[in-house]
């Protein structure tokens, strides 16, 4: 979906080099490359989580399955979070939308930045098992 923006509608490039007179369109396809994107991370991590659960046994097999459970939570709410920001729905892709509300920014940014650091805990950044 990226590649596509980039190669039709020149996303990417500079302000003075892009051009795309309606920007609504863009929108909904970089929320779901977004989608995509965190799922691979999540998902990549979870299976290496899943190799360290043969590894392991007592204390360290709940850790992980801790791990495993709160990262993939975390990540499912964040992924959701561009779609069901606000009401009614298709406002979270149409900014010129005055109708209706969304939810503070703030409190967005705020939970993507704890599912980052939830995220960065996970099997892949540790070295002991």
């Not at 396809?29 to 977004?34: E, F, K, M």
């Not at 010129?96 to 995220?119: L, P």
Request: glycine share 4%.
């Amino acid at each position: 979906m990226l590649t596509y923006a980039v190669y039709h509608w020149n996303y990417g490039a500079h302000a003075w080099d892009f051009y795309f007179p309606d920007l609504v369109p863009l929108i909904p396809l970089i929320s779901s490359a977004g989608v995509f994107s965190i799922c691979a991370c999540t998902w990549s991590k979870t299976s290496f989580a899943v190799t360290l659960l043969r590894l392991t046994d007592g204390w360290k097999k709940w850790v992980i399955w801790y791990i495993i459970i709160s990262m993939n939570l975390a990540m499912a709410v964040t992924s959701t979070l561009p779609f069901v920001s606000c009401t009614p729905i298709y406002r979270s892709w149409n900014p010129t939308i005055t109708e209706g509300s969304c939810f503070d920014q703030k409190i967005i940014v705020n939970f993507d930045i704890f599912s980052a650091g939830e995220s960065a805990l996970g099997p892949s950044s540790r070295s002991s098992a």
